[in-house]
Structures are given as C-alpha cells and as structure tokens.
C-alpha cells in the first residue's frame, strides 16, 4: 500500500510567524512518522517582507500553486512598515476568498494547566467553538468614498450577506455541533434589534436549516450580551455561529478565555476545497527573534489541520502531547511567561509523541 500523502502549502510570513511554524512542522514530522503517512512542505514567501522586498501581495502564481496542494499552514502576516490594509486585503482576505475558505473555525478551550483570566471558571466551563462567516458582510469589500479629504467626504461600508453564504455557513455549524460530543448546542449570535435586513435573513434560515437538525438545540443571542456571557457563563456555550466582523471581535476574546493569543488556532476552511490553519496570535513583531513565543497556537493548528484532512488519530497524538506538556512543564502559560523557549516546547511535544 502505497502511504497516505499531503502536500502542504507552507506560509511562514512575518515576524514570529517563521518560529512557531518551525515548531508545528517539528510535530508534524513526528506524527506523520508514527501515523505512517507522509507530508511534503512547499514552502511560499509572502507577507510584510516579501511585499517589501518585490511589490506583491499574492502572485497569481503563487495562488495557483497553492490549488494544488491539499492544506496551507499559515504562521502569520502583518507588518508595521506597511501602512493597514495592504497585507490584509491584498494577501489573508485574497487567500480566503479566492479559496472559498467560507467558514473561519475558532475552538475556545481550556486545557487544564492553563490559567483564565475568568475567576472560578476551569476546563469544564470553557470549550466551546465559534464558526465565523468567513468571505461576506462587511469584509466583501462593498461601498467606497466619495470627496476623500474634503468637507464632503462620505465613506460607505456596506454589509453583504447572500442565502448561500449564510446557508452553508449554518449549515456546517449545524454539523460541526452534532459531531462535538458536548451539550449538542448550537448558539446564533447576531443583532437582530438593529441590524434588521442583515439578522431577518440570519434568523430565518437558522430556523429553517434547524428544522433538520432537530437533535440539537438552538438559542440566540445578541452579540454585546454574548460577550459579556462569554465572561460570565463560557459553559452555556457548545458551537457559537455568526457573521464574519461578529466572529472576529469575539474570538479574540475567545482566546483570552483560553489562555492567551498564544495558544489560540484556527482553520480557514472551504470543506470542499483547501484550507488554511493558523495561530490566531499575529506576528508579534516585538518579540521577533527572541525564541520567546509561545508555539502552542502553531502546533494546534497543525493538529485542527490534520483533522480535516482526515487524519484524526494523529491529530489527537498532538493534543494529548499539548496537554501533557501544557499541564506538566508549562503551567500557567497563559499568563504569558512560559519558563521554556519556543524551541524547547516544540522539543517536549516532539518528545513526547515519540514516546508514546
Ligand atoms: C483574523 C484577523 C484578520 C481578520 C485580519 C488580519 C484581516 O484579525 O484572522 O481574525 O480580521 O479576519
Ligand atoms: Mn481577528
């Protein structure tokens, strides 16, 4: 039998983004070779230093490459010397849209060892997953400006929400939450009391898309109140599905939840197609070079990556390598000093998978 093989497109990009992909391509090494399939990295240059260096944000080369490949792992782009929007038009939104990456996957969860900044709340009340839009409202790039910089200026942003966009989106979400083994809970967060056309159409095909699922739950809630019950009651939460600047907003809070943009990933995912998984920390440009940053983000992305290209044991040997190390030699993590290096961690979880 001839073994199992991807070929990953691999984006280190910016800052600390090159760090921590080096550590979730040490474990990914590790896994591939006990799990007995194979991984080829195709390495592209893209983001603040690459666009600095030639002009281009996503050459249309480099996009075709990337269809050929069966996932990207993405470490970060961003980059102080280029004025915003740029990089983040030009390369991250580019990449999800061209790919139809439609859904943005954010698990929130705690593992134990880690520390929340949540008072009396611990690894029972905080793991739930936010399925963000990934490729409409307000980031379709919809409206434009009229008389910039006179007295007259107007700038319009508008919001575009399509049935299909919203449909699938819910439509995943429904089954992402059948296949979690939680509460079977699926929550919309919206704005249904001012944001009244965008939420109508939310609202209806959630109802309509639920009535096939009628072994799950469904709630809402408003996006300001789901913050503050985010704080207060993470628990009541299973699989959280909204529109794409709503899912941004709060899974960043999310990751706090959890212990810090360090050990935050998620997937830009196009279930039919390629999907790019990333830590959600950024580039860190401060801390650049220092062999300081937490990987664990990394590492899990590699590991939400595997799953979805099917490869579900060797993604749950990441995370029992994660938890091990993050409960054992990484306690308190998430307050930021993780007493090891990034090279160290990636080591002990290499270690460990090894050993097992
Ligand atoms: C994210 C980021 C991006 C977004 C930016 C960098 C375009 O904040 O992945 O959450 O807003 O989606
Ligand atoms: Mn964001």
């Avoid at 102080?80 to 929130?108: A, H, M, S, T």
């Avoid at 900044?117 to 009229?146: M, Q, S």
């Avoid at 939310?202 to 309509?208: K, Y």
């Avoid at 007493?339 to 090894?354: A, C, K, N, P, Y």
Wanted: hydrophobic share 40%.
């Amino acid at each position: 039998m001839t073994p199992r093989r991807y070929d990953i497109a691999v984006i280190p990009g910016d800052g600390t983004g090159p760090e921590v992909v080096a550590e979730g391509l040490k474990v990914l090494e590790a896994v591939s070779g006990k799990k007995g399939f194979e991984l080829a990295f195709r390495y592209f240059s893209l983001g603040g230093k690459h666009y600095k260096k030639t002009g281009e944000t996503l050459p249309d080369g480099v996009l075709e490459s990337i269809r050929g490949c069966d996932a990207m792992y993405l470490g970060a782009i961003g980059d102080p010397d280029v004025p915003p929007g740029i990089l983040e038009k030009g390369v991250l939104l580019r990449l999800r849209f061209e790919l139809d990456q439609y859904i943005n996957l954010r698990p929130v969860r705690l593992y134990p060892g880690v520390e929340t900044p949540i008072k009396h709340k611990g690894p029972d009340e905080i793991d739930f997953v936010v399925v963000r839009e990934n490729t409409e409202g307000l980031y379709a790039g919809a409206g434009g400006i009229l008389r910039r910089g006179t007295p007259h200026e107007v700038a319009i942003q508008e919001s575009i929400s399509t049935r299909m966009g919203v449909e699938r989106c819910i439509r995943y979400a429904f089954e992402a939450c059948r296949r979690r083994d939680r509460a079977k809970k699926l929550t919309l967060c919206g704005k249904t009391n001012v944001l009244t056309y965008t939420f109508d159409l939310w609202q209806r095909t959630f109802n309509e898309v639920g009535e096939s699922y009628p072994d799950i739950e469904t709630d809402y809630v408003h996006v300001d109140a789901l913050c503050m019950w985010m704080i207060k009651n993470p628990e009541w939460f299973d699989v959280i599905v909204t529109e794409n600047m709503f899912g941004d907003i709060i899974t960043d809070l999310g990751a706090m939840l959890q212990g810090g943009m360090g050990v935050a990933a998620g997937g830009n995912i196009n279930p039919e197609g390629i999907s790019m998984f990333e830590p959600i920390g950024g580039s860190a440009p401060k801390y650049t070079g220092q062999n300081i940053i937490n990987p664990i983000g990394a590492i899990l992305a590699a590991k939400l990556m595997l799953e979805t290209l099917g490869e579900p044991e060797a993604a749950q040997m990441i995370e029992r390598a994660v938890m091990k190390v993050l409960q054992d030699d990484l306690k308190g993590a998430g307050a930021g000093q993780m007493g090891h290096s990034t090279s160290e961690v990636g080591d002990l979880i290499v270690e460990f998978i090894e050993g097992e």
